[in-house]
């Protein structure tokens, strides 16, 4: 795995369907914060830092629905870096059971560095992340 990126997947499941029998976007934001949060998380190791929190989220524009058996897939890649943020782009595919892939959304989370429950100085920068 590239250090400035993380990859998860999920397979849509009936509990994820909303009344309209179509993947439920409030289960996908919840699954896009994880996944985005997750690489913040690792990028934090050593920093000092307890941890990140979810700061801001930009607006989602839901492309093409999700339905039971897509596999899901959430691409979360470091995009900058600020004193004590970090954001992160979060690109959303769907895979149905033919393997056909399509985009489904994307959205920019702002996660903030946490310590002591109080905004931290992180230190990180792109060029000592991308050595490691």
Do not use: W
């Amino acid at each position: 795995m590239d250090n400035l990126e993380y990859i998860t997947d999920f397979t849509v499941f009936p509990e994820h369907i909303n009344f309209t029998g179509t993947l439920f976007g409030g289960v996908l934001l919840g699954k896009m914060d994880i996944a985005a949060a997750t690489l913040a998380r690792k990028l934090l190791y050593k920093t000092g830092a307890d941890g990140a929190v979810t700061a801001s989220m930009d607006k989602v524009d839901f492309l093409l629905p999700g339905h039971v058996g897509d596999l899901i897939t959430i691409k979360s890649v470091l995009k900058s870096l600020g004193k004590s943020s970090i954001l992160i782009q979060c690109k959303v595919y769907r895979e149905d059971m033919k393997g056909d892939m399509q985009k489904i959304c994307t959205a920019m989370f702002t996660f903030v560095a946490m310590k002591d429950g109080k905004p931290m100085p992180h230190g990180l920068s792109f060029a000592e992340l991308s050595q490691e």
